[in-house]
């Protein structure tokens, strides 16, 4: 079945830098991948997604590149700040129609 | 809207016990989803019903049962709590199709003895 890796588990960077997840996926029918972000205490948000018919995404500091023939996608926060700290989970849909998350990111902004 | 609703937000379960978990959206979505959340492991799909009167295993249901009651509820139940199943469960909804976002509920944290 799918399986999805996500790294690095823990990322800390400077307030106003960038900051970079990667993921790697098994399924090559996979053609969906989202980005969920998770505040301390709540449930998963969607903060992106792209589909596998585009190589790149942006939204406002939110970007997400894919590139199906290494099978795997990435999350760019730029000019990062103190909201952005959070745990993010990148997934992907599989042949069997489910959603299957990373592991997840820890991302702390230092001041 | 209030969204996703769980309930309880918390409970403490002695090994053997039972309880069901609550959920209910008012967002008219057809599939609804449980998850459970362990450090380390990311969200792992307990069950899901992708339509009301159906339901599915995901990838981990074993210790688990679910009830779809009708369009806005989805209940969890552990009939024989164990130490294994203490974690953070998660119940979301959607449109119909995986294509489509998935809402979160706040979660239940379940500890069992």
């Known amino acids: ?111 | 809207n209030a969204g996703v609703t769980q309930t309880p937000k918390f409970q403490v379960l002695k090994t053997g016990q039972s309880m069901t978990l609550q959920c209910a959206q008012d967002m008219n979505h057809n599939s609804m989803y449980w998850y459970r959340q362990d450090p380390g492991m990311g969200l792992r799909l307990i069950y899901y019903s992708a339509s009301e009167g159906t339901t599915d295993k995901g990838e981990v249901p074993n210790g688990y049962n679910v009830s779809r009651l009708n369009k806005r509820e989805f209940s969890l139940r552990l009939e024989s709590a164990a130490p294994s199943q203490t974690s953070v469960y998660f119940c979301a909804s959607s449109l119909a199709g995986s294509y489509n976002e998935q809402f979160f509920g706040p979660g239940t944290r379940l500890t069992v003895l």
């Open chain 1, 1 to 111: 079945g799918e399986n999805v890796e996500q790294h690095p588990s823990t990322l800390s960077v400077q307030e106003g830098d960038s900051a970079v997840i990667k993921c790697t996926y098994s399924d090559s029918a996979s053609n969906y991948f989202p980005w969920y972000k998770q505040e301390l205490g709540k449930g998963p948000q969607l903060i992106i997604d792209i589909r596998s018919n585009v190589g790149e995404k942006k939204d406002q500091r939110i970007a997400v590149t894919l590139n199906k023939t290494a099978k795997h996608f990435s999350l760019h926060i730029t000019e990062t700040q103190p909201e952005d700290s959070a745990v993010y989970f990148c997934a992907a849909r599989n042949r069997d129609d489910k959603i299957i998350f990373g592991k997840g990111t820890r991302l702390h902004i230092l001041p």
